[in-house]
């Protein structure tokens, strides 16, 4: 089992920043990925930015330039959130991911708003 717990989120002005962090607990030695996805109302959920255990990154076209994953070990991913934009808005959920099986944490609340 592992456990993702999230923090960060919050009501940020459009051009603004803000930073997701992830920490993940119990049995990490089997994950091969982690990653942001997010899930607006009415959409479905989409991946926002993902990185290796090996530090390999992938993000969405739409966050391309404005969002940066990062990973300082085994138990912690964050994500820099600049420039966001009101299309940003959405629940934003870290995941973890073994050979066979995807953990989730239980999502953190970004809204992007003037």
């Known amino acids: 089992q592992v456990q993702l717990v999230e923090s960060g989120g919050g009501l940020v002005q459009p051009g603004g920043s803000l930073r997701l962090s992830c920490a993940a607990s119990g049995r990490i030695f089997s994950i091969n990925a982690m990653g942001w996805y997010r899930q607006a109302p009415g959409k479905e959920r989409e991946l926002v930015a993902s990185i290796t255990s090996r530090g390999t990154t992938n993000y969405a076209d739409s966050v391309k330039g404005r969002f940066t994953i990062s990973r300082d070990n085994a138990k912690k991913v964050y994500l820099q959130m600049n420039s966001l934009k009101p299309e940003d808005t959405a629940v934003y959920y870290c995941?973890?991911?073994?050979?066979?099986?995807?953990?989730w944490g239980q999502g953190t609340q970004v809204t992007v708003s003037s």
């Open positions: 995941n973890a991911a073994e050979t066979s099986y995807d953990y």
